[in-house]
């Protein structure tokens, strides 16, 4: 099962992504599966008027479809269009709206990855040993050129693929949803 995915190369889209309740829509409809705007405006505090204007706004840039099942005429329910939106940051560095529209996407990536571990180091205590121990946290510094840093994120990107296509949620009862974050970036300098 190869993952599918949203390319973004233009500023517009990305300034369509980079709200931060459109960002928690779509994260919500991945991770979750399909949901209407009622759901969704229930979990997140909005109204579904609110989810449903932002949900409309995701699948006029592509990032959310209606999903093939509904289960009313009344409401909607939609299912995010892929698995995975990429966008490479320097291609939105040369505008002030580019860089805007990035910072605000990186601070929500930045933010969802903060909360998703501090609820695993609340929660680890009670969970069973043998997943406290799966667990990695680890932080390496290499020395590589940016050419090098590129070939080691596509060759872990690769690894991870394989792993994704080995997915076993319907038939494992063991298996749980796992988050998996890379993060290579320069370190700069002053840092400690």
């Known amino acids: 099962m190869a993952l599918s995915r949203k ?3 233009d ?6 992504l980079a709200h931060p309740l459109r960002v928690q829509l779509l994260g919500a409809l991945r991770l979750d599966g399909p949901a209407t705007a009622s759901v969704l405006g229930r979990r997140f505090g909005e109204s579904s008027g609110s989810t449903s204007y932002h949900l409309r706004q995701l699948e ?7 999903d093939d099942e509904q289960p ?9 269009a892929h698995d995975v939106t990429s966008f490479r940051p320097a291609d939105f560095l040369d505008e002030d709206a580019g860089r805007e529209a ?5 601070r929500q990536q930045l933010t969802f990855l903060l909360d998703t571990v501090q609820a695993w180091h609340r929660a680890k205590a009670g969970w069973p040993r043998e997943w406290v121990s799966a667990a990695e946290q680890s932080d390496l510094h290499l020395w590589l050129s940016a050419a090098e840093l590129a ?3 596509q060759e872990l990107l690769a690894i991870v693929q394989r792993w994704i296509a080995r997915q076993r949620r319907p038939t494992d009862p063991d298996a749980r ?16």
């Open 7 to 9: 390319q973004v190369t």
């Open 72 to 80: 009313s005429r009344r409401e909607r329910r939609w299912r995010a």
């Open 102 to 106: 990035l910072e605000v996407m990186e």
């Open 60 to 66: 006029r840039f592509g990032f959310v479809t209606e």
């Open 151 to 153: 070939q080691m994120n």
């Open 177 to 192: 949803q796992v988050s998996l974050y890379l993060l290579a970036v320069p370190r700069v300098a002053g840092d400690r």
């Open 11 to 16: 500023v517009d889209t990305l300034r369509a």
